[in-house]
């Protein structure tokens, strides 16, 4: 069966939408970095389908890096624990961070990660994410440039995923049955 066709997924948000808020994204942060030292760090996995399509429309020679991060606990829900599982492999020393993330859902992996990133003496950090569920926020988080605002619901694709799965969706889809928690 093919994922695309009959998909179990609603479309929230399609891939023009995606596309043409990311072009927008690029142009801005394009404009706002002319004299700084971008490095764009992606947040694993979630991040990687943004951060290839986002740093496209960056006319900059910026650097692009990778952490990752594991903070699920259940299916759906956060456990509120954070933890580094890989870390970048370049000095953000003086440098312009920019934070890649796919979703803002309770704030707490983008607390941690700005805090983290902060003790290695960059010139500034900055987040941006691709989604926002605000319901969700428990930890207020600044983000810089926002994808999208979404409803308090769990989205699969363009990089996000359910249980490992469906992160190669080219649109952004929410189950109309949510799964029972465990
Ligand atoms: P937070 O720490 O609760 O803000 O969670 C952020 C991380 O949880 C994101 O980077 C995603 O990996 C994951 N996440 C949160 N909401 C969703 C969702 O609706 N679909 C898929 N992953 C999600
Ligand atoms: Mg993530």
Same mark, same amino acid.
């Given at each position: 069966m093919s994922i695309f066709k009959d998909s179990p997924f609603e479309i929230l948000l399609t891939q023009e939408q995606i596309h043409t808020r990311i072009q927008e994204l690029g142009a801005q942060i394009t404009q706002d970095y002319q004299d700084k030292d971008l490095v764009l760090v992606g947040v694993l996995r979630g991040s990687y389908l943004f951060l290839a399509d986002l740093s496209r429309h960056i006319d900059l020679p910026l650097i692009v890096d990778f952490l990752a991060v594991s903070s699920y606990g259940? !299916?759906?829900? $956060? $456990?509120g624990v954070v933890r580094l599982t890989s870390d970048l492999s370049t000095s953000i020393v003086d440098k312009d961070v920019l934070i890649v993330e796919d979703i803002i859902d309770t704030g707490l992996t983008m607390n941690y990660l700005v805090e983290n990133l902060q003790t290695r003496k960059p010139r500034s950090i900055r987040v941006c994410s691709l989604l926002d569920k605000p319901a969700r926020n428990i930890q207020p988080v600044t983000v810089h440039y926002l994808g999208f605002e979404i409803p308090d619901k769990f989205v699969v694709g363009y990089g996000l995923d359910y249980m490992g799965r469906y !992160?190669?969706?080219p649109y952004i889809g929410f189950l109309s049955h949510p799964p029972v928690e465990d």
């Open positions: 259940t !299916r759906t829900q $956060s $456990s !992160r190669n969706l």
